[in-house]
């Protein structure tokens, strides 16, 4: 018999999403216009990222950040790598968390939660396998388990398994927990890029396992 979600679950988590989210946005504001001019004259005039990512079910909606690369293309008209877009202002703006910001916009629009799994790139969705795949039972997440628990610093696969445990532990006391360590990772600025890459390398699906040799 499938287990009847808390109410905290079904409706706790979106009343303190919505009482933490509009004061912060709020408060938000000023710091968001600032760095609005900055980035623009960084970037050439845009300030603001936005895409379409897959939020609860696989549902999209507009994703928003602070748009911290460039858009430098090479002589062909591609794109130059990551860390040849990220300057410094935009390495600083990533490293702080000020770039995720815009998101409690998406909160209180009800596209994610203060607390969940990221919302990843709409490609990915037929990547997963179907455990991973569950990390869309829920809203996704300004941060996440994955995220106190090593961000980009660890694996694709390490931090699928990270979001489904939070889908089977989703909790009042959990999300309180994550959104403390959050503070703490953010202060300390940890586990921002992947080791020996300025972002996070693109995820291309988990290879099946290897089946066992023959006794």
Known sequence: MTQRP???ARSGKRLLDVAVATPLLVLALPILAVLAVLLARQNG???LFHQPRPGRHGQLFPFYKLQTMTNQLDAQGQLLPDAERLPRLGRWVRAT???ELPQLWNVLRGDISLVGPRPLLAQYLPLY???QARRHEVRPGITG???VNGRNAISWEQKFAYDVWYVEHLSFGLDMRIL???VGRVLGAHDIAAPGQATMEAFRGT???SPSSPS
């Open 6 to 8: 808390s109410w905290y």
């Open 129 to 131: 396998s179907p455990e």
């Open 145 to 147: 388990w994955a995220q």
């Open 207 to 209: 290879p099946p396992a």
């Open 97 to 99: 968390s000020l770039d």
């Open 180 to 182: 403390l360590r959050t």
């Open 45 to 47: 005039g845009h300030w």
